[in-house]
């Protein structure tokens, strides 16, 4: 009975936490219930960075009812002062007596210190109800904590034969309206959206976040070794963050972006004069970036999934054919046999409106910063 309440109460606190799914970045996804007698009495969850955390709006909610009261957590409170006071004091202080986390924090300022803190102060402390679903909430934070890069997604609508675009560079529109909403949900909790000068090129694409109601915008990425982006392309010239990324040796040539506010980078350039993407990635998990989904075409996600980038595929599929002399998902070179693919792993599938919406981890990774 104990353990069926408990699964409960802490599958709540993983639904308070979704709440969180587009405005907490670069902070995690939490959420909090404070169960006291078994009734409900404070439940909260992180809203935005450098507002409360999960703690402390659940502890407020249940005032001096949390004397005494079981708590649940999907990730372990913070024990260091960042924007915020360590929660694992607020919950000694409230005098809490058992707390239930989920998941460990990854973040090496926390990383059991939270836990260890509540247990000097004789709480009683039970890790791992619901770990799977308290990590799936976070796989970005998760990551970048971890390896120092971000969670790489890239979003890929094709044809039933897997084409991306007709051969004269037509691609729109593949999937339908209501794939396309769905996308805009997947960019609303990216930290970055990455792109690369072909696709701007030839769509000219917005790459912003068009959903009612949530203000954040994602970090627009461009990588651009050759600096052909126009200087009035859409995705430079939108609201919100933007960021042109070339090779140092093209920098010196980036100043009408930078008279128009666009921030421009400048990375050491491979042998063959493109952009290093893993530098990049580095890069981004420096400035905080949890998630990137990547809208790029063939080049760009072939060269991102080659070097081992890419932690999952969101691909949209629809009901057509679009022929042999169309574009294709990945340009990989050197891949002859067999044993050379690249190994994925169905995670989801479903229907979403005409087309078929599939999720793929790419099992073949390198997740080293």
């Known amino acids: 009975m104990k353990k069926a309440i408990d699964k409960r109460y802490m599958a709540l606190a993983v639904r308070l936490a979704r709440r969180g799914l587009y405005s ?10 404070l169960v006291r007698d078994q009734q409900l009495v404070g439940e909260g969850w992180h809203k935005k960075t450098g507002g409360p955390h999960a703690e402390i709006m659940a502890l407020a909610e249940a005032g001096e009812q949390a004397r005494g009261a079981d708590v649940y957590l999907t990730l372990e409170p913070c024990s260091h002062h960042g924007q915020t006071p360590p ?10 007596a058992r707390v239930l986390v989920a998941q460990r924090d990854p973040n090496p300022q926390v990383d059991g210190r939270g836990i260890g803190d509540l247990e000097k102060a004789g709480i009683v402390v039970e890790t791992g109800l619901m770990a799977a679903a308290a990590e799936a909430l976070n796989p970005g934070f998760n990551k970048r904590m971890r390896s120092g890069l971000p969670f790489v997604r890239s979003k890929l609508a094709i044809s039933l034969d897997g084409r991306t675009a007709m051969a004269s560079g037509e691609s729109r529109w593949i999937t339908g309206t209501a794939a396309r909403e ?14 690369g000068s072909g696709t701007v090129i030839a769509d000219n694409p917005s790459l912003n976040q068009r959903l009612e109601g949530e203000e954040r915008q994602p970090l627009r990425v461009i990588v651009d070794s050759g600096l052909r982006v126009p200087v009035d392309a859409k995705c430079l010239n939108l609201d919100g963050p933007r960021l042109l990324v070339t090779t140092t040796d093209k920098i010196s040539l980036a100043g009408a972006y930078l008279d128009r506010g666009i921030e421009v980078l400048g990375l050491a350039p491979r042998p063959d004069g493109k952009v290093d993407l893993r530098q990049l990635m580095v890069e981004l998990g420096k400035r905080q970036i949890n998630e990137v989904m990547v809208e790029a075409g063939p080049l760009l996600n072939g060269a991102l999934l080659a070097a081992k ?3 999952e595929l ?9 022929g042999n002399d169309g574009r294709g998902m990945f340009t990989i070179p050197g891949l002859l046999k067999m044993d050379q ?21 790419v099992s073949d990774k390198d997740d080293r910063g």
Do not use: K
């Open 24 to 33: 907490t970045p670069p902070n995690p996804r939490v959420g909090c219930v």
């Open 87 to 96: 929660c694992s004091q607020a919950l000694i202080a409230a005098g809490v």
């Open 182 to 195: 769905d996308v805009q949900r997947w960019r609303a909790q990216s930290c970055a959206v990455l792109s």
């Open 309 to 311: 980038l890419l932690d």
């Open 314 to 322: 969101l691909v949209y599929q629809a009901s057509h054919v679009m």
């Open 341 to 361: 693919r690249i190994q994925l792993e169905r995670r989801d599938l479903r229907i979403v409106g005409d087309d078929l919406r599939l999720i793929f981890t």
